[in-house]
């Protein structure tokens, strides 16, 4: 991530101004044009790919953007596995999530027209995956033939309706959905990252739990994690060190961050494990990896044995599932990826892209590991990594980070993909890594999704003083009445799909197991 530092009167770019690479064209193809949005992208970016692979301006940016990328693709990644593998009760883990990983990200970093987009496996589609698992008990059919015909409907559903032009209803998506959902990812990694280290301490448990230790442990390194990773997030705008040095610490600090959290956890007295005690959770994983998958069973999904019609049909519905989850939440986070303030010269590819995502659950199903798509809040940091930054004061005195120049190439996000089987055999060092480190850098990443978003940056406008606030245009320019009716109405929504993602199972949950009743 190199980064040019700059604090001048200068007067910054209007804020309104966009590229018109990366928005709505002027005839976007209509829906149900057969092909006709996939010839449009492919005209567009055809010209451009041999570019995508030519060498960067700067190299080292390149190379540290595929670091930071890497790293904060992993951490997810092992949580999620962990969820994954409750699930679905131990079919799919953490094998399967980073072989996923590195399958989807090879394929899309080659074949697809906008390559900065990074892909992975979300929470979502760990639960998915859970709901898919108890369907194939009504059926009587065994996981993995019923897992195939999902991925494969799903796959289906996705190439059809890049075929037919679908996606076109990308362009009705507006400013106001995008801030909504960006809100609602920020708001559920920092709830799941505060839950999972403070949840396990039990305070009001005191007498099912005496020692809470380790628990404590776990919460410090994850505070540690958290505060050295968000710290050097800003150090190129240090004052002190050399330009060098502030774009190194910049460039690695999640990787700085988990090696300072590790390392602690590891000091004496800090760990306290021995024969009568568990000490400090680390990633479950069993390293070395065997080169088998976490089941008993054999790499190769045979897609017709242990299943009949009926279930092949049934797996209809959960695939319907992840086509409905993937079309919002893969162009969504393909929209906030391409976003005017990352000054992007080259153009969008939403058609293509979606085809090929369509293609992405092939090799899912044969192998039995799990689909994914494009990530909020990952994909967007992965471009602000590429993008060489300048720091611009405008008249009204309002500091605004500018992008000079953004790599946009095929490098980054292959070569993230790559180091994906490189974590697969290298386990033992994974298992290293205590879970207080994963969750103090999922807050992180939370915290990033706030940082820049409009709804955030507004709300904190209102707790500003009047006359303290910078003069941003829409402080100049709109009625702060008209500002907060659009602001709590964005909140409230996002607040909603945020309570109804995390606690709409409750009383469900309550009432099967009893627990609830009176």
């Known amino acids: 991530m190199e980064e040019t530092i700059a604090r001048t009167d200068e007067r910054m770019p209007q804020e309104d101004v966009h590229h018109p690479f990366v928005t709505e064209p002027e005839e976007e193809p209509g829906l149900f044009q057969l092909f006709a949005g996939m010839k449009e992208d492919l005209a567009a970016r055809i010209p451009l790919y041999v570019n995508d692979w030519g060498a960067p301006k700067h190299f080292f940016t390149v190379f540290n953007a595929t670091i930071y990328a890497f790293v904060i693709q992993l951490i997810p990644a092992l949580i999620f596995a962990e969820l994954m593998a409750t699930e679905t009760e131990g079919n799919l883990a953490v094998i399967e999530i980073l072989l996923s990983t590195g399958i989807m990200g090879v394929i899309y970093a080659v074949f697809a027209g906008q390559p900065i987009v990074i892909m ?116 190129e705008t240090w004052s002190f060190f050399t330009r060098g040095t502030r774009v190194f610490l910049t460039s690695y600090n999640t990787i700085i961050a988990v090696a300072l959290g590790t390392a602690f956890s590891y000091l004496p007295g800090v760990d306290l494990s021995d024969e009568d005690q568990v000490g400090i959770e680390r990633v479950n994983v069993t390293a070395p990896w065997d080169w088998k998958p976490t089941a008993e069973r054999k790499w190769i999904v045979h897609p017709l044995e242990g299943i009949d019609a009926q279930g092949i049909a049934a797996a209809f519905v959960p695939g319907l ?15 906030m990826t391409q976003k005017p303030k990352f000054n992007l010269k080259k ?35 992965h471009v602000r990594a590429l993008c060489t930054r300048r720091y611009l004061v405008d008249d009204h005195g309002v500091e605004r980070e500018v992008v000079i120049h953004c790599e946009e190439q095929r490098w980054s996000g292959l070569g993230q993909a790559f180091l994906m089987f490189v974590a697969l055999v290298s386990l033992e060092v994974v298992s290293w890594i205590p879970r207080g480190c994963l969750f103090g850098l999922f807050l992180y990443l939370g915290i990033c999704a706030f940082y820049g978003n409009e709804i955030w940056e507004r709300i904190n406008l209102t707790f500003m003083q009047p006359s303290k606030r910078p003069a941003t245009s ?20 996002a607040f909603s799909v945020f309570s109804i993602a995390q606690f709409a199972s409750v009383g469900k949950y309550c009432w099967k197991s009893g627990k609830c009743r009176t």
């Not at 639960?127 to 494969?152: M, R, V």
């Not at 009705?172 to 949840?199: C, D, M, N, R, W």
């Not at 599932?321 to 929209?335: Q, Y």
């Not at 009625?479 to 109405?489: C, D, E, K, L, R």
């Open 120 to 235: 992975g496996v979300t929470g979502p589609v760990a639960i998915l995956l859970g709901t898919s698992y108890k369907l194939t008990e009504q059926f009587n059919a065994e996981y993995f033939p019923f897992f195939f015909w999902t991925c494969l409907w799903a796959g289906l559903l996705h190439i059809i309706t890049a075929m037919v032009g679908l996606v076109s209803l990308v362009w009705i998506v507006t400013p106001f959905t995008t801030q909504i959902f960006e809100l609602f990812i920020g708001l559920t990694f920092v709830y799941s990252a505060i839950k999972e280290l403070v949840e396990p301490i039990a305070l009001t448990q005191g007498g099912l739990q005496e020692d809470r230790s380790q628990q404590y442990a776990s919460l410090i390194i994850g505070l540690i994690t958290l505060w050295v990773a968000w710290t050097l997030h800003f150090a």
């Open 321 to 335: 599932m992840f086509f409905l989850l993937f079309i919002i939440d893969h162009n969504v986070s393909s929209i």
């Open 347 to 381: 153009p969008p590819a939403y058609h293509w892209d979606f085809f090929v995502l369509g293609l992405t659950f092939i090799p899912c199903a044969v192998l039995g590991v799990p689909p994914g798509n494009a990530l909020i809040p990952q994909a967007p940091l």
């Open 474 to 493: 829409i402080v100049r320019n709109v009625a702060w009445g008209s500002v907060m009716i659009y602001t709590v109405t964005q909140f409230v929504l």
